[in-house]
């Protein structure tokens, strides 16, 4: 156990539709980092989180927004979802930018 | 720009050693990791090596770092069945202030009995 969390486990979900995925970083690490996983395009690195402030983004769509609350967990939003954005969904955690400790995923299927 | 490349599939019989290699392109990087993801599972951090290491040895677990060459592997003694899993080379970004990880494809380890 990583000490990071997310939560939902799994996410099913219509064309159209917006998620919300949620995290909660190992106690102390102010950094979270978004991944995303699918078949076509591997792991690829979405978005980081500092302290409730925007580090770094990455390869990450128009339609994904995130935000790090001031009780340091995140939410990743996913809209006007498309049959391509079904993948597992990484959240992960680090202190200072170093080592970095991945949730279990949320599995998003969308139909 | 940044690329990880690795082997997509090894096959060893348990009790053997694996050997998986990796070969990156920034040589800024700082870190290097080895990550290892069991089916249905998420992300388990095996070990890490920092740049300016040629070596690290964990247990079971070597870690090889040829800087000049770009070129990483990971040695596991001893093979189990329980090791079949994917193995992702990582390394962290080195340019900027980012934690950014750049992942390789993932080699699948298949040890058989």
């Known amino acids: 156990d990583s000490g990071v969390t997310q939560t939902p486990k799994h996410l099913i979900t219509a064309t159209g539709q917006r998620v919300t995925l949620r995290c909660s970083p190992r106690?102390?690490?102010?950094?979270v980092y978004w991944y995303q996983q699918s078949l076509d395009q591997g792991l690829q690195f979405l978005i980081q989180?500092?302290?409730?402030?925007?580090?770094a983004k990455g390869n990450i769509l128009e339609r994904f927004s995130a935000q790090q609350f001031p009780d340091l967990h995140s939410e990743l939003n996913l809209s006007s979802l498309e049959l391509g954005d079904s993948a597992l969904y990484f959240c992960?955690?680090?202190?200072?930018?170093?080592?970095?400790?991945f949730g279990p995923g949320t599995r998003l299927t969308v139909l | 720009g940044e690329d990880v490349e690795q082997s997509l599939f090894l096959s060893v019989r348990e009790g053997d050693s694996s050997v998986i290699n990796c070969t990156y392109t920034?040589?800024?990087?700082?870190?290097l990791y080895w990550y290892k993801q069991e089916p249905g599972a998420g992300l388990q951090l095996l070990t890490y090596?920092?740049?300016?290491?040629d070596m690290k040895q964990d247990q079971r677990l070597t870690v090889l770092l040829n800087k000049k060459d770009k070129h990483l592997s990971l040695r596991i003694a001893d093979t189990q069945t329980g090791d079949s899993a994917i193995y992702f080379c990582?390394?962290?970004?080195?340019?900027?202030?980012?934690?950014?990880?750049?992942f390789g494809q993932g080699t699948t380890l298949q040890v058989k009995p």
């Open positions: 992960a955690s680090s202190s200072q930018g170093d080592t970095q400790y």
């Open positions: 106690s102390g690490d102010l950094s």
């Open positions: 989180y500092y302290n409730g402030e925007e580090r």
């Open positions: 920034d040589s800024s990087s700082t870190y």
């Open positions: 090596i920092f740049s300016n290491m």
């Open positions: 990582a390394e962290k970004d080195g340019s900027g202030n980012t934690g950014k990880l750049i």
